[in-house]
Nanobody, 130 residues
């Protein structure tokens, strides 16, 4: 079992920046990949970014590549998403996810292998105004 708590969402103007953070507890943090997803009303959940268990590799959706940076601090059991050059289409609820088996699985074919994200945070709202 992994428990995840996100923070850092809010309202920002287009072109601005926000930093999301997620703290994990429960299962040994260094044994699994971490990721961020987002969802808007009426749409499917969308993959945003993922990071390998040791932070050595990252993977991004094309829509955020070059603007978002995912990082993790294994000493603090945290994963962060630095978002820059934000656009109105980035508006969504953002979810932190852990690469462990569970319900509501999201599969990502990352460069370091298949990752099954099965543990989710409660989500944090990001709103980008034009």
């Amino acid at each position: 079992q992994v428990q995840l708590v996100e923070s850092g969402g809010g309202l920002v103007q287009a072109g601005g920046s926000l930093r999301l953070s997620c703290v994990a507890s429960g299962r040994t943090y260094t044994s699994y990949s971490m990721g961020w997803f987002r969802q808007t009303p009426g749409k499917d959940r969308e993959f945003v970014a993922a990071i390998s268990w040791n932070g050595g590799r990252t993977y991004y959706a094309d829509s955020v590549k070059g603007r978002f940076t995912i990082s993790r601090d294994n000493a603090k059991n945290t994963v962060n998403l630095q978002m820059s050059s934000l656009k109105p289409e980035d508006t969504a609820v953002y979810y932190c996810a852990a690469g462990v088996r569970g319900e509501n699985i999201a599969f990502v074919a990352s460069p370091w292998g298949a990752v099954y994200f099965g543990s989710w945070g409660q989500g944090t709202q990001v709103t980008v105004s034009s």
